[in-house]
């Protein structure tokens, strides 16, 4: 089961978006230099579509977008989840996923997603706003994904 260690309103990690990043526990991932290293325990509330929709009633009118941040222990949990943020009508709200794989699950259904990130940490690369990252920010358009991680580092300060 998906769990939630925490939430936070964010800013920056989607380009003109104000998001929810719910950052989810349990990450398979291992990336030397993690910088959230709690996440790696399997910790946290259940991230379900009640849950879910209790967040969409407290921020749903003061947000734009929900990310899931990690969940690759559980990739047909976040389509699931993907889905069903999709499909409801609290409050409209686009639908993030940052993952730590370099490569999608061959079976995702994009359709259900507005962002994507690939991509694990590599400590000497950096994450999303250095210029020799690894990772890629993908906006999915028609089931397309249009790589948009230049516009993230483009909308620093
Ligand atoms: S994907 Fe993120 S949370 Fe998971 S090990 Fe890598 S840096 Fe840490």
């Not at 800013?11 to 709690?38: M, W, Y």
Request: net charge negative; with cysteine.
């Amino acid at each position: 089961m998906l769990r939630y260690a925490d939430y936070d309103i964010v800013f920056q990690e989607i380009p003109d978006e104000i998001t929810l990043a719910v950052n989810l526990s349990n990450c398979p991932n291992r990336c030397k230099g993690c910088h959230s290293p709690h996440l790696m325990e399997d910790v946290g509330e259940p991230l379900t579509e009640e849950s879910l929709s209790l967040l969409l009633r407290k921020y749903g009118k003061a947000i734009t977008c929900i990310c899931f941040m990690g969940g690759d222990a559980s990739p047909a949990e976040i389509e699931h989840l993907a889905e069903y943020l999709y499909r409801q009508s609290i409050a409209p709200v686009k639908v993030g996923w940052y993952s730590g794989k370099p490569e999608l699950p061959p079976d995702i259904v994009l359709n259900f997603f507005n962002y994507i990130k690939l991509g694990p940490y590599v400590e000497h690369l950096g994450g999303l706003k250095s210029a020799e990252t690894n990772q890629r920010l993908y906006r999915i358009e028609k089931g397309k994904m249009e790589d948009i991680t230049r516009r993230l580092a483009l909308s620093l300060p």
